[in-house]
């Protein structure tokens, strides 16, 4: 998918935003009683088009489209140091290095003419979202980040 890592960005930013702009009708409906809709929709379409594993807090887009989670050791903010010569993983020596593949899909979507794009510094990964839908956890997260903004305004 990296390959493919323009479009696939793209349609994922939709459709967050699209997911964020029906935050009432989630609401409505409850959050609680939509996430195992959502989780089971996105354990298979990002399972089938990412490898998705289900942290429930997605960095795709911060990414190059590539997985992070997919690393044995589970880094979220580049590789090792044990990359073989080759760019295959010193623990699974079939395997590409889910960040040689991040950096690739970073050049893709931000053509840059170094060998190691510029990616955000990531939190460590919240357990506690973990099998869950990190399409809705960002909903709410948005929403979360809204209410402050108008609380703070209103203060
Ligand atoms: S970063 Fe997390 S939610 Fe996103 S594809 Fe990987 S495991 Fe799935």
Redesign the pocket.
Known sequence: MVSHAKPAYFIYQALESFLSFLHPIWQRIGYQRTEKIFAFT?RNI?GLL???????????DK?GMS????CPKQIRNGPCGGVRDDGHCEIEPEMRCVWLEAWRGARILTPSTTAVPDLEILLPIDQRKKGHS?WLNKVKDRQNIKNIRVHQSDG
């Open positions: 996105e990002k990412f490898d998705c594993q289900m942290c429930g807090d997605c960095i795709l990414t997985c992070p989670m997919n990190s």
